[in-house]
């Protein structure tokens, strides 16, 4: 009697496991019904949501209002989209999150449009950039941040406007001003956005074009020869102006500070390290194509394209490989401002992975400014 008690038992326990078994399978592909949640929630929402669910989040958390029904059916189409896209990323970028932001209702063309901004790095002759001298390396610090040093104005939001560039231009000039002076000040962007139309004297079809994209170091020429740029308070963004049709507003008595000179830096990421200690902040271009579905964490994909679309703010690093020691809880990585407001990523930050070559474009197109005063 008691083996087959036993016996009784032991075939029980194996029908309760392999039934829970199939209602785990049975739950994990009905995705069209219930989904994980990826975003980071409160924990008075659930852990297993709807689609209709997770948009209602959405919409609230970001403050999202559509104006007709066929609208917001086209928005939610679009959110269970890059809501799965964001899964391949996860899958594609373990060490980072990717979830729901305040992009998820964009279709990818429309972020393209709106939120990138830089255009014809690889084209750029460079014709009045010098390279910048080889650094020595063997004393750079473990990681360093300008953040700690007060050389970083608070993070920005570029809007649906492709300036990228101009937040990448002011936040180096904003940089080498503070080196120069210890003082601290807001440069204007759309100061940039409705004036600087300059072009490439060797391809002339490569324009700085306000909401349309420009180029940080066609940026950087600009100052030269206008004689440099207002404050922000005196020159507030708008982000509104597209293909350089706004009224320019520039008071030359209000200039505040101008690049003196710009250098481009070698690719070799212990250079680029070098000149960021050295130089302040330095403007990049990268490729933004896992920063849409980017909610946090260290992004270091497997795959990435190379080919740069977005320009952003070098400020800092975290770890080297040659000082990997039990106080780095992460991998090493690359400190980067960006231009999207504080709601997105890390308080407004990226983290790229340090220590691979090129990833996402990384070092492709990094420059250092001086400021004159």
């Given at each position: 009697m008691d083996h087959l008690r036993v016996i009784s038992s032991i075939s029980l326990l194996l029908i309760v496991f392999v039934s829970v078994s199939v209602c785990e399978n049975q739950v994990q592909h009905r995705d069209d019904i219930l989904i994980r949640q990826v975003v980071n929630g409160s924990e008075s929402e659930p852990k297993v949501m709807s689609w209709e669910d997770h948009f209602a989040v959405f919409k609230r958390r970001y403050g999202k209002v559509y104006t007709s029904v066929e609208e917001h059916q086209r928005r939610f189409a679009i959110f269970r989209s890059n809501f799965m896209r964001a899964t391949r990323h996860q899958r594609m970028d373990p060490f980072a999150g990717h979830g729901v932001n305040q992009f998820s209702d964009l279709t990818h063309s429309e972020f393209r449009r709106k939120h990138l901004g830089v255009k014809g790095a690889y084209t750029f002759s460079q014709h009045d950039a010098d390279q910048a001298p080889i650094l020595d390396t063997k004393n750079l610090p473990?990681?360093?941040?300008?953040?700690?040093?007060?050389?970083?104005?608070?993070?920005?939001?570029?809007?649906?406007?492709?300036?990228?560039?101009?937040?990448?231009?002011?936040?180096?000039?904003?940089?080498?001003?503070?080196?120069?002076?210890?003082?601290?000040?807001?440069?204007?962007?759309?100061?940039?956005?409705?004036?600087?139309?300059?072009?490439?004297?060797?391809?002339?079809?490569?324009?700085?074009?306000?909401?349309?994209?420009?180029?940080?170091?066609?940026?950087?020429?600009?100052?030269?020869?206008?004689?440099?740029?207002?404050?922000?308070?005196?020159?507030?963004?708008?982000?509104?102006?597209?293909?350089?049709?706004?009224?320019?507003?520039?008071?030359?008595?209000?200039?505040?500070?101008?690049?003196?000179?710009?250098?481009?830096?070698?690719?070799?990421?212990?250079?680029?390290?070098?000149?960021?200690?050295?130089?302040?902040?330095?403007?990049?271009?990268?490729?933004?194509?896992?920063?849409?579905?980017?909610?946090?964490?260290?992004?270091?994909?497997?795959?990435?394209?190379?080919?740069?679309n977005h320009g952003v703010l070098l400020v800092g690093y975290y770890g080297s490989a040659r000082s990997r020691t039990s106080r780095f809880k992460e991998e090493p990585y690359w400190i980067i401002k960006n231009s999207w407001g504080e709601t997105w990523g890390e308080n407004g930050f990226f983290k790229l992975c340090k220590g691979r070559s090129n990833v996402c474009g990384f070092g492709s197109f990094v420059s250092t400014v001086s400021a004159s005063l």
């Open positions: 473990d990681d360093f941040d300008w953040r700690d040093r007060g050389a970083v104005t608070p993070v920005k939001n570029q809007g649906t406007c492709g300036s990228s560039w101009s937040f990448s231009t002011t936040g180096a000039l904003e940089g080498a001003h503070f080196l120069a002076t210890g003082k601290l000040v807001s440069f204007s962007e759309q100061q940039l956005v409705d004036c600087d139309h300059k072009c490439d004297q060797e391809v002339e079809v490569l324009c700085d074009s306000g909401c349309s994209g420009g180029l940080m170091n066609m940026a950087f020429e600009y100052t030269f020869e206008t004689g440099g740029l207002m404050r922000e308070e005196d020159y507030p963004y708008t982000g509104t102006t597209t293909d350089g049709d706004g009224i320019c507003k520039f008071d030359k008595s209000k200039i505040v500070a101008s690049a003196s000179n710009f250098s481009l830096v070698s690719s070799n990421e212990d250079q680029i390290a070098a000149n960021l200690v050295k130089y302040g902040p330095l403007p990049l271009a990268i490729n933004s194509a896992y920063m849409q579905t980017y909610i946090g964490g260290v992004s270091c994909p497997y795959m990435c394209p190379r080919g740069l």
